[in-house]
């Protein structure tokens, strides 16, 4: 089965997806090339960017990065229906870069949920002192309302069931949900002797049940090798050759042929 984006009416364009409306209910994702971080300027002036899983500003794009990132969701949206947890995903068609999905609602304007291992980015910057980078972090679960403008804002359970958000709990469902993909991944990366430090998700509701929705690629989390410290960080491009690697030793998918690669949505 192949898929196509040519005809369908594009209904959102993101920073590394744009969202084509399909039908009986499905979306296309079409992964881009662009990475995520933010742009800084030196001493002299001069513009450069920094790859950033926590950025809201779009850099460079990447040639090649929109079909790694698609193999890297893949990967892990059927290794998370093995662990039998519900996500969107539906199928894919690497060649065209695009993933099949089950549409359904968006938590308020977008809820990110963030599982933290190690303590690295934002939350140092929010709690300075407070924690060490490369400290590590138990049981730590925190939800953000995606709003670039207001640079994400962190909200508490309470909180988002007070605005009508998220029912406490449905919170509690999508904790469970996410520390238990977390681990998936977690687990995953340490056969290549590579520890996962943090990384986000997005959730989303279908016939009632919470679910994760979005992409699971380099760009959502952090990744270190050897003592987790901000130089032994993976770069986005390096992540998603070791997670391709990983997919065709799996034989989970089929980069050069663009195999529509069947899986099971809401399990």
């Known amino acids: 089965m192949k898929l196509k984006k040519d005809g369908l009416k594009k209904i959102y364009v993101g920073k590394t997806k744009d969202v084509y409306e399909y039908s009986d209910g499905k979306i296309l994702l079409y992964t881009k090339d662009e990475t995520t971080g933010w742009w800084k300027t030196d001493d002299v002036g001069k513009r450069y960017f920094v ?3 926590g950025g809201n500003e779009v ?12 193999i890297s969701s893949d990967y892990y949206f059927k290794k998370f229906a093995e662990a039998g947890l519900s996500t969107h995903y539906i ?23 963030i ?5 690295m980015g934002s939350l140092l910057r929010r709690f300075p002192g407070q924690y060490q980078e490369g400290e590590e972090m ?3 679960f925190e939800t953000t309302l995606k709003d670039d403008k207001a640079n ?3 909200i508490s359970r309470a909180e988002l069931a007070a605005q009508n958000i998220l029912s406490e709990k449905h919170y509690d469902d999508i904790k469970k949900l996410c520390q238990a993909a977390a681990k998936v991944i977690a687990d995953d990366l340490a056969e290549e002797d590579l520890t996962l430090v943090d990384l986000k998700f997005e959730m989303g509701i279908i016939d009632g049940k919470t679910v994760l929705i979005d992409e699971v690629s380099p760009g959502i989390m952090r990744v270190a090798r050897g003592e987790v410290k901000a130089e032994n960080l993976l770069n986005e ?3 998603a050759e070791i997670l391709v690697t990983r997919a065709k030793r799996a034989g989970l998918v089929d980069a050069m042929l663009g195999n529509f690669t069947k899986g099971n949505c809401c399990v």
């Open 138 to 140: 138990v049981d730590f």
């Open 91 to 113: 199928g894919s068609d690497v060649a065209e870069n695009l993933m099949l999905v089950q549409a359904g609602q968006v938590i308020g304007t977008g809820l990110e949920c």
């Open 237 to 239: 491009e390096d992540l």
């Open 51 to 53: 790859e950033d899983p």
């Open 115 to 119: 599982v933290r291992f190690f303590a």
């Open 152 to 154: 994400d804002p962190p």
């Open 59 to 70: 850099g460079p794009a990447v040639s090649g990065m929109g079909q790694k990132n698609l």
